[in-house]
């Protein structure tokens, strides 16, 4: 049994503790929080678990075996950095870290260590995701021509990061699970309403090799919740509506087909429409499936599919992100 200790226990690190506390094959014997009231809610939920303000607490116990880092951005690299200092396992919130030196100097001590890290990708362990990258994978789709991604809602403002840095962790992790096709550019758009030096809507646009383009809007002002990506293939047309309970994917039979016998400035434009599919989504809680992955991936020595090189990859992307933002949508190169 694998023993952790969670730093945080704001918005998500609550789900963290329920889940670990339900797979039996680990243990949560420490929660640490610097707000005492949070520390009250997690101590009456869960009588038999420590609670702590002090992380040292959990780096320096020598029976937690993994630690879970559940905080603002600004603090993953110092917070995971003392636990592989220590020995200990981590599994940190996404983005991994604030900047790409911080995610490779943590990548090379775990690997000097031997720990393991796993950033939360939660959405690559959700059934659309899994069934998606198998469509992709067995040739369903044919070649990709784009990615269009809406994730919009009503806050959560964050303190420390833009919306950019809140929300397009899911969609980068997403397409770079996705797709072998590895971005070669980016360009951002994005604006803030209010003076906090941090914008609050924002337009990404990445481009890949072979001509495939991704597009992503980001809106923390939007009166309604919206979770909905369309990737168009040669052969078919996928449409993932993540908030919908049933039918989360649909996939068309519809495509177009170029024929330029008669020559480029002649060719002709052909349509197939065809029939949709909806297949089934098996129902599984992602963070469970994905806190299962990582006790596999200790138990057994493997390597996440979301680990620390994942995580830098996004962050990589963030990066350039913000250097487009700040150069009015300049491509930047990845």
Known sequence: MLTFGVIGYGYWGPNVVRNLVAIKETDVKMICDLDPAKLERAAAFYPGIDTTADPDQIFQDPDIDVVAVITPVSTHYNLAKRALEHGKHIFVEKPFTFNTKQAEELITLAEQRGCKIMVDHTFLFTGAVQRIRREINDGSLGEIYYYDSTRVNLGLFQQDVNVIWDLAPHDFSILDFLLEKKAVSISALGIDHFGRDIENIAYVTMYFEDKMIAHFTFNWLSPVKIRH??????????????????????????????????????????????????????????????????????????????????????????????????????????
């Open 229 to 334: 990506t369309l990737i168009g293939g040669s052969k078919q047309m996928l449409v993932w509506d993540d908030l919908q309970t049933d039918e989360k994917i649909k996939i068309y039979d519809k495509g177009v087909a170029v024929d330029t016998q008669e020559g480029i400035y002649k060719s002709l434009i052909d349509y197939r429409l065809g029939d949709m599919h909806s297949p089934h989504i098996p129902h599984a809680e992602a963070l469970k499936q994905e806190l299962l992955h990582l006790v596999e991936c200790i138990e057994k020595d493997q390597t996440p599919i979301n680990d620390g090189h994942a995580g830098l990859r996004v962050v990589r992307m963030l990066e350039a992100t913000d250097e487009s933002l700040k150069n009015s949508g300049k491509v930047v190169h990845i």
